[in-house]
């Protein structure tokens, strides 16, 4: 056992008696973290007069009633004790969070990666970062399929380089793998920060998760206009088409970027933004992207835009401000999905061998730029990057008649 650095205390607290009562008042748990010279008090949702309160705590009521309380009061304590006693670093919020659970959470006497993992997925869904939450309930179903009891102590290098061959095996890409191992990540750093767990059992000294994979798909210049140039029989087609249009001609915008713009951030020739995915992270918080409007993109706005140009109205009729994050997240998927499969069709009509889709337009915006010489760092800045590195994951092969100009230089003496 550690060295005890808490005290806990039971009050009954006279300042505020039960509605509808006089003598009925709330007992509480006051506990002391000596080491973050922090007090603070529980309410245990236990009520009682000060005589019954008085004869729990010195053990000598005989009633059902005083037993019954006395022993309440001692599961509660147990439950407080565990709980410090477990803990490398108790926090006021962690023990808070730890007292309140309803599960055993030390049954086992190890720590179950669910309790940081939910609390942070809950935490996520308030904050209406939903795609985050998602990726991050994904990612836990994955590894409970791989092992049915996951805790904190129990992963280590061994453990996540059998997940990986797992993963192999069950036919997922390695990609996926390394972003559930990184999810994974993120819950053990929260866990240590918040001092659920210690740093000693920190897996990732010992094992690299490797660098993200680079996307396979990219278009070039003839590609992209043999986009701009179809012409579909279909509503649906030529939509999608200026989906894929609109992504690349946007500074390769992500497609949830693109479905939220609303006509507020259209200001003359210049769209100017905040990215969604970056809205509330410490890098790149706030940071605005501007978008030149070229005569394409006005004229992809005008066609599919919404009649509707208020401020707070929505540039492309996906989503509105009656919904949830979450309905407007599936909403945006759905669109997605259909604007993708048309698009597939669009490139088999084409004899594209990469199957379309609108997150190609990112890919090849950035590629685009690299061939016609600029800046990374511009390319970067264009695209929300807060890392060159990231715009680099972005960046695609030169094609072989860039190669060659390029080498010609070598002889021009």
């Known amino acids: 056992m550690k060295q005890k650095n808490y005290s806990l205390n039971i009050h009954w607290d006279k300042r505020y008696p039960k509605a509808g009562t006089i003598d009925l008042c709330p007992i509480q748990l006051a506990v002391n973290l000596i080491t973050h010279k922090v007090q603070f008090k529980i309410s245990l949702k236990l009520y009682s007069t000060k005589d019954d309160w008085e004869k729990a705590m010195q053990g000598k009521g005989r009633s059902a009633e005083v037993r019954e309380l006395r022993s309440q009061i001692n599961d509660y304590l147990t439950k407080a004790e565990t709980i410090l006693e477990r803990l490398p670093d108790p926090s006021r919020e962690t023990f808070q969070r730890l007292f309140k659970s309803e599960t055993d959470l030390f049954a086992s006497h190890k720590t179950d990666v669910s309790l940081v993992w939910d609390a942070y997925i809950i935490e996520l869904e308030k904050e209406e970062r939903i795609k985050t939450a998602l990726n991050l309930k994904w990612a836990l179903r994955s590894f409970r399929k791989y092992s049915k009891d996951l805790f904190f102590e129990d992963i280590n290098a061994a453990f996540l380089k059998g997940y990986v061959a797992w993963m192999a095996k069950e036919g997922k890409s390695q990609t996926t793998s390394q972003i559930y191992i990184r999810n994974l990540r993120t819950i053990f750093n929260k866990a240590i920060k918040e001092g659920y767990i210690s740093d000693k059992h920190y897996p990732f000294r010992h094992f690299s998760i490797g660098g993200s994979a680079k996307s396979k798909g990219v278009l070039y210049a003839a590609q992209i206009r043999m986009i701009y ?170 094609p072989d008649i860039k190669l060659k100009a390029i080498s010609e230089t070598l002889m021009k003496f």
């Open 229 to 398: 140039e179809y012409k579909g029989n279909l509503m649906t087609e030529n939509r999608a088409r200026d989906m894929f249009m609109a992504c690349y001609l946007a500074n390769g915008l992500n497609f949830k970027d693109l479905a939220l713009l609303k006509w507020s951030n259209l200001n003359g020739d210049i769209i100017s933004f905040v990215r969604e995915k970056t809205k509330r992270t410490n890098k790149v918080s706030g940071k605005e992207i501007k978008i030149y409007v070229l005569p394409e993109l006005r004229k992809i706005i005008e066609t599919w835009g919404s009649p509707n140009k208020g401020p707070n109205d929505y540039i492309f009729d996906i989503v509105d401000d009656t919904m949830s994050a979450k309905v407007q997240h599936n909403r945006i998927r759905q669109f997605q999905r259909r604007v993708n499969k048309r698009l597939v069709e669009i490139g088999e009509h084409l004899g594209i061998k990469i199957p379309l889709n609108t997150n190609l337009a990112r890919h090849s915006f950035a590629t685009a730029l690299k061939i016609a010489d600029v800046p990374v760092s511009q390319v970067s800045e264009l695209m929300g990057h807060s890392s060159i590195v990231t715009t680099s994951h972005y960046l695609k092969s030169l």
